[in-house]
Nanobody
């Protein structure tokens, strides 16, 4: 059974940076399409970024384009989300998600494997 283990959340001031990592266990990350979603209380889980298997094409929500960067590190079997120029509105629980074949990359229902979530808090 594949599990996703996230790390790297925390508290940062506006304008700062954080790096989230997601490590799949039980399967090579190169066999998975992987994404990041985020959720705040009372709101739907929203797409942030995704990357096709084996470090293929990357996709971003308009709200993070130019500030966030998703990448895969096959040597460490991780997918990383580098978050720069953070804003208070980026505050959320961030979830890593994966699936072997995602058709609609921004659709959370396409992902069958989820991490436990990591809190990111950006203070103003």
């Amino acid at each position: 059974q594949v599990r996703l283990v996230e790390s790297g959340g925390g508290l940062v001031q506006a304008g700062g940076s954080l790096r989230l990592s997601c490590a799949p266990s039980g399967l090579s990350g190169s066999a998975l399409d992987m994404g990041w979603f985020r959720q705040t209380p009372g709101k739907e889980r929203a797409f942030v970024a995704a990357i096709r298997k084996s470090g293929g094409a990357a996709f971003y929500a308009d709200s993070v384009k130019g500030r966030f960067s998703i990448s895969s590190d096959n040597a460490k079997n991780t997918v990383n989300l580098q978050m720069n120029m953070l804003k208070p509105e980026d505050t959320a629980v961030y979830y890593c998600a994966a699936d072997r074949n995602v058709v609609i990359i921004r659709n959370k229902s396409q992902y069958s494997i989820w991490g436990q979530g990591t809190q990111v808090t950006v203070s103003s």
